[in-house]
């Protein structure tokens, strides 16, 4: 069965780093492109970024938003994807899903993860 | 950035009836299309991707259809399970975009 397990959230200061973890089972975790989807209170889905897999460089793609405060990283020998935030903003306080990507004709997010929440506020 | 806009936002139906979202796109995106369904304080669950191939264990009330700029993702005989949130999101280029959501409610 597949699992992805996020956790790391809390309350942050603004201006400040948080690390968030998302632990993967069930599947083959090198084999997958990982991604990142925020959603802040009452509000809808906003992309965060993605991870490729080794295949394909390890590369990464980010939301504007993000940009340069944001980076995602993996260890596949532990089947783990981290989102490093930093210099935090009280508009990046949001619940934070991680997913794995299959490829299927199109990159779809097809497992989420249950999200942990981040909250930025002084 | 690609546009995503759903329509309505929300709806109110009843059980039995047979319900269809709209999700149009900016410009084109070919078939690159999944719809998810969430709950309340639950994570997004995938119910269509490439805009019509139904996911995996995913009850065959629901279908998907479109290409290029406009979708529908509908559910043939509203259950009581299915009172929930859905979300378009295109993955044709990045940055991935989600719809606004809609809603849909017990009438």
């Known amino acids: 069965e597949v699992q992805l397990v996020e956790s790391g959230g809390g309350l942050v200061q603004p201006g400040r780093s948080l690390r968030l973890s998302c632990t993967a089972s069930?599947?083959?975790?090198?084999?997958?492109?990982m991604s990142w989807v925020r959603q802040a209170p009452g509000k809808g889905l906003e992309w965060v970024g993605f991870i490729r897999r080794k295949a394909y460089g390890v590369t990464t793609e980010y939301a504007a938003s993000v940009k340069g405060r944001f980076t995602i990283s993996r260890d596949d020998s532990k089947s783990i994807a981290y989102l490093q935030m930093n210099s935090l903003k009280t508009e990046d306080t949001a619940v934070y899903y991680c997913?794995?990507?299959?490829?299927?004709?199109?990159?779809?997010?097809?497992?989420w993860g249950q999200g942990t929440l981040v909250t930025v506020s002084s | 950035d690609i546009q995503m806009t759903q329509s309505p936002s929300s709806l109110s139906a009843s059980v039995g009836d047979r319900v269809t979202i709209t999700c149009r796109a900016s410009?084109?995106?070919?078939?690159?299309l999944n719809w998810f369904q969430q709950k309340p304080g639950k994570a997004p669950k995938l119910l269509i991707y490439a805009a019509s191939s139904l996911q995996s264990g995913v009850p065959s009330r629901f279908s998907g259809g479109g290409s290029g700029t406009d979708f529908t993702l509908t559910i043939s005989s509203l259950q009581p399970e299915d009172f929930a949130t859905y979300y378009c999101?295109?993955?044709?280029?990045?940055?991935?975009?989600f719809g606004q959501g809609t809603k849909v409610e017990i009438k």
């Open positions: 999101q295109q993955s044709y280029s990045t940055p991935w975009t």
């Open positions: 410009q084109s995106i070919s078939n690159y």
């Open positions: 997913t794995r990507i299959i490829v299927v004709v199109t990159a779809t997010p097809d497992y």
């Open positions: 069930g599947f083959t975790f090198g084999d997958y492109a």
